[in-house]
């Protein structure tokens, strides 16, 4: 029998249940805890900036429900390795999506399994649990980037 939620999408739940990235980072240049205080999800992202201004690791780790583990693991796979600017990109690219705002976003992007997240925008009490691991990448970029200028 298929599944037609789009909140129980195979992709979603291949992601909840088998993580990608899910560990924090040991020595990270920033971490950024997302909370969603309604319904308990709590995620925290660590990321490293590496030399050159790239973003070559990311993590995250916590517990949320399958959409906020599934979207917190398809972050980290495709910002992995991705400039902090593309980072950035592909956060702004996601949040349009599922909201509707596309101001910055990549219409162009190759989203892959994330497209598997654009049913959500059905549901928007779930929005925010699909773009908590987002949000806290987005912060934890700013901190690891404020952190490199004092240096």
Same mark, same amino acid.
């Given at each position: 029998? +298929?599944?037609?939620?789009?909140?129980?999408? *195979? #992709? #979603? %739940?291949?992601?909840?249940?088998?993580?990608?990235? @899910?560990?924090?980072?040991?020595?990270? *240049?920033?971490? !950024?805890?997302?909370?969603?205080?309604?319904?308990?999800? *709590?995620? /925290?992202?660590?990321? @490293?900036?590496?030399?050159? =201004?790239?973003?070559?690791?990311?993590?995250? *780790?916590?517990? +949320?429900?399958? /959409?906020?583990?599934?979207? +917190?693991? $398809? $972050?980290?796979?495709?910002?992995?390795?991705?400039?902090?600017?593309?980072?950035?990109?592909?956060?702004?690219?996601?949040?349009? $999506? %599922?909201?509707?705002?596309?101001?910055?976003?990549?219409?162009?992007?190759?989203?892959?399994? /994330?497209? !598997?997240?654009?049913? #959500?925008?059905?549901?928007?009490?779930? #929005? @925010?649990?699909?773009?908590?691991?987002?949000?806290?990448?987005?912060?934890?970029?700013?901190?690891? =980037? =404020? @952190?490199?200028?004092?240096?």
């Amino acid at each position: 029998m +298929a599944v037609t939620n789009p909140l129980y999408h *195979d #992709i #979603i %739940l291949e992601h909840y249940e088998y993580p990608r990235n @899910k560990a924090l980072l040991d020595e990270p *240049d920033a971490t !950024s805890r997302g909370l969603n205080a309604s319904c308990g999800d *709590d995620l /925290i992202v660590s990321v @490293k900036l590496g030399e050159t =201004e790239t973003c070559p690791e990311v993590g995250w *780790d916590g517990h +949320a429900c399958a /959409i906020g583990e599934a979207s +917190a693991s $398809m $972050m980290a796979e495709s910002v992995e390795g991705q400039g902090t600017e593309r980072a950035r990109t592909w956060i702004r690219t996601v949040r349009g $999506m %599922l909201t509707g705002k596309t101001e910055g976003a990549d219409p162009g992007l190759e989203l892959g399994d /994330i497209e !598997s997240l654009e049913g #959500i925008r059905q549901y928007p009490v779930r #929005i @925010k649990c699909a773009l908590l691991a987002w949000e806290a990448l987005d912060e934890a970029l700013g901190l690891a =980037e =404020e @952190k490199r200028k004092s240096a």
